[in-house]
């Protein structure tokens, strides 16, 4: 299986890529393949494909499986196993998210909940863990903005990608509004003097 040389480019450079992002550069590599592959691909297909031995193959079809990042098929008549990358870009950025959130991320909330409970013994360990508090509301408020954005369907998605710095302006104008009926509020709640109180 000869690579034309468009996907050939795409293959290396995300297997660069994927090593500068801590995935193995063989796994970058068959994903890659996989995601661009117009037909699901077997272990003997890829190895062909990117001059890979089998075990390097199979090592890396066991990481992307575990990342839920391909899908497993079988095909009539066939006994191999095939791959192929789910068609949905917006599903493999909710299962990355998914998975980075599994591994990287939870693990990191509970150490910080774990030294918040702890009763500091010094000026040193107190504002270490005022730094921690810091560091875990600002982990909790992206993970739940994160769930919220893994409920959105994909229209929804690219719709609020696409308003970008409209957002910001929405944010201001609603701010401005708030202000605006705070201060009509505080003067109705204010008293007014007659001419005969001054």
Known sequence: MQLAPLTQRFVLHFGEMG???????????IYALLYVSPRALNADDIGEALAFSRSNVSMGLKELQSWNLVRLQHL??????Y????????AIFRTLAEERRKREIDPTLSM???ALMEQPTNQDDIHAQARMKQMHDLVELMTGWLAEVQKMDSATLVSLMKMGAKVQKLLEIKDKVKASLTG???MAATPHKTNNES
């Not at 090593?19 to 590599?29: A, C, D, P």
């Not at 009539?76 to 196993?81: G, V």
């Not at 791959?83 to 917006?90: C, T």
């Open 19 to 29: 090593s500068r992002w801590g995935i193995n550069r063989t796994v970058g590599q």
């Open 76 to 81: 009539p008549n066939d006994r191999r196993e």
């Open 83 to 90: 791959f192929q990358a789910p068609e949905d870009v917006w």
């Open 112 to 114: 910080l909940r774990e």
């Open 184 to 186: 009509r509020s505080t």
